[in-house]
């Protein structure tokens, strides 16, 4: 398996990186049609997404057996998931001439290049799953109210800058 550049980044390199890249963004005014974390990200980051381009990686499906393969999903999300990674070139459709005419999805080439960028988004899920676990918990049990207090209070206040007194006659 070969390894992407950025796996060799390191943490000053990811920050760097997306420091610049943020600030690109922000000199487009924050235009969501132009963005490519909100514009493309929004569909590719979605749960049904995520796992329907992981049921498509090992090889193409028919409707229902995507629909067996994500039981928790319903026909009408499907259809419409379905439909916006076909929309974003990543998943193509295929119709075969029979009567009732089936339907074939399967990765596209592009839904191919975002395999390796979503292993390695899966893969550091998995891995950090049990400390989400516990952060959420020691959330819920009461010390995210302390992090909200320490928030809601008033910055320290930072230098004074002494004045000079005013004179009463100006």
Not at 55 to 82: C, G, H, Y
Not at 112 to 126: H, K, N, Q
């Amino acid at each position: 398996m070969t390894r992407s550049p950025s796996d060799n980044l390191t943490a000053a390199a990811h920050r760097a990186t997306l420091t610049d890249r943020y600030a690109a963004w922000r000199e487009l005014g924050y235009d969501a049609s132009r963005c490519p974390v909100r514009n493309v990200l929004d569909h590719l980051g979605s749960k049904w997404s995520t796992l329907l381009l992981i049921a498509l990686a090992e090889k193409p499906m028919r409707f229902n057996a995507l629909l067996r393969e994500v039981p928790d999903i319903s026909k009408r999300m499907l259809t419409q998931t379905l439909r916006d990674l076909e929309r974003d070139g990543l998943v193509a459709r295929r119709v075969f001439p029979t009567k009732p005419p089936s339907v074939e999805y399967r990765l596209s080439a592009m839904g191919e290049s975002v395999l390796g960028p979503l292993t390695a988004l899966v893969g550091w899920a998995e891995q950090q799953f049990p400390e989400i676990e516990r952060a959420r918990a020691r959330f819920d049990a009461g010390d995210a109210t302390e992090h909200a207090a320490a928030d809601e209070q008033p910055a320290a206040p930072t230098a004074r800058v002494a004045l000079a007194p005013v004179s009463a006659s100006g």
